[in-house]
Every structure is written in C-alpha cells, then in structure tokens.
Nanobody, 118 residues
Framework: QVQLVESGGGLVQPGGSLRLSCASSISNFRDYYMAWFRQAPGEQRELVAKITPGSKTEYVDSVKGRFTISRDDAKKTVDLQVNSLKPEDTAVYYC????????????WGQGTQVTVSS
C-alpha cells in the first residue's frame, strides 16, 4: 500500500509563497509520472502540475509562471513551489502518481490546505 504524505500548506496573504512537499513510500518512485492536484470547496479536484521521470514539467494555464513542480528521486519526494498566490488558489493540495491519461493511480493522502486571504 503506497503512502503519500503532503505537507507545507498554510494561511498566506495574496502575493505570498509556500513550498508544498509530498513524501512517498514507493521503492521505484523514480519510474513514475507524478502530479499535484487541488480541490477547492464545492469544486472537482483538478490537476495543476505534472512531472515526468525525466523531470519534464507541465502546468495548467492558471498556474503557469507561478507554480514550479520538482522531484527528488533519492528522497522520493515531489515538491510544488507556489508563488504569487491568489485567493482562487485556496484549496486542499494533493499529490499522486498519474497514468498516461493524467488519471490518479494511487489512493489519496490527506492533502495539505492552502488558504490565501488578507
């Protein structure tokens, strides 16, 4: 059973930054496409950033230029640096492995709450 543990969220003012981190227990983590998702209240969960085993990255348009996904295969972690935060970025953020259709593969972790408010 794969465990995903997200951390790093918090309350931040508009324009602020956070670094979210996701730790995995999987032994061959380096082989997988990983992604960060978010779910705002009353909304569906959406993929916001993806990173390939070779560290090629993709982002949803709403976060391009503000969010940066990265991975450390030795530590089995995937991070999301979130800058220039806006109130509409408020959500619970989750990481997961994704398949070729960008669907999540593993069970979800508990997520980490990001709240952007003045």
């Amino acid at each position: 059973q794969v465990q995903l543990v997200e951390s790093g969220g918090g309350l931040v003012q508009p324009g602020g930054s956070l670094r979210l981190s996701c730790a995995s227990s999987i032994s061959n983590f380096r082989d997988y496409y990983m992604a960060w998702f978010r779910q705002a209240p009353g909304e569906q969960r959406e993929l916001v950033a993806k990173i390939t085993p070779g560290s090629k990255t993709e982002y949803v348009d709403s976060v391009k230029g503000r969010f940066t996904i990265s991975r450390d295969d030795a530590k089995k972690t995937v991070d999301l640096q979130v800058n220039s935060l806006k109130p509409e970025d408020t959500a619970v953020y989750y990481c997961n492995r994704v398949n070729g259709a960008n669907f999540p593969v593993w069970n979800w972790g508990q997520g980490t709450q990001v709240t952007v408010s003045s």
